[in-house]
């Protein structure tokens, strides 16, 4: 079986109900699962393992423009919650799998740097329900 | 709450999937449209509430003859079959 490789171009992200994905050059949602250790005292001295909490975010790095920043700043400020999605390759293929979350952004650090392009990291922490992914096909 | 809006999109990006220039109907929650609206993404076309008229019947023809109002047996009639 072959896989439906492809080289990312047109993922569609979307902040508020509002398609930004022009104004990013990456995104994706970094999950971790803590490992806590639970080991004890024992004849083996083996250790032991159990799954703790997990860690889910978007992550990305946005060009700052003003558009952008008209969205993204008032939800920034206000720790407004929002729904937030991405869709890998969405912006050509509306079956592809949807990542979305009722997020707060907890990260907004536009800067420039002189002669270069500007861009700046962006991280959106999701509520309690996390990120669910869902349309798969 | 039985109420959602017509919106069109006036913005220069999608908005919920979206085109600019199109009208949608949708039920959003306030303050996302709110929100919505000052970023100038979507205009309120029209709110739609949703009622239910007080006398209702149904449409004629609708249900069989027996079971229209003005033929449905009556106490008597039925009386009268026995």
Known sequence: ?137 | MNTYGVYKVIGKREYRGHAPGSTFEARIDRPAEQRAIERGDIELVQRVEITVPAQRTFPQGWLPPMLEPDTAPTSEAKEDRK
């Open chain 1, 1 to 137: 079986m072959t896989y439906t490789k492809l080289i990312a171009h047109s993922d569609k992200i979307t902040i508020d109900g509002t398609d930004v994905s022009n104004s990013f050059r990456t995104f994706g949602r970094p999950s971790e699962d803590s490992r806590e250790d639970v080991s004890g005292f024992s004849a083996t001295g083996n250790d032991e393992f159990l799954p703790g909490t997990r860690d889910q975010r978007f992550e990305g790095e946005a060009f700052y423009t003003e558009e952008l920043a008209l969205i993204v700043e008032p939800l920034y400020k206000n720790r407004t919650t929002c729904t937030i999605t991405w869709q890998p390759n969405g912006l050509v293929d509306a079956t592809r799998e949807i990542y979305s979350g009722t997020c707060t952004i907890s990260e907004f650090s536009p800067s420039n740097t002189r002669g270069s392009a500007s861009v700046f990291p962006f991280v959106a922490l999701p509520d309690a329900n996390g990120i669910q992914v869902g349309n798969w096909t």
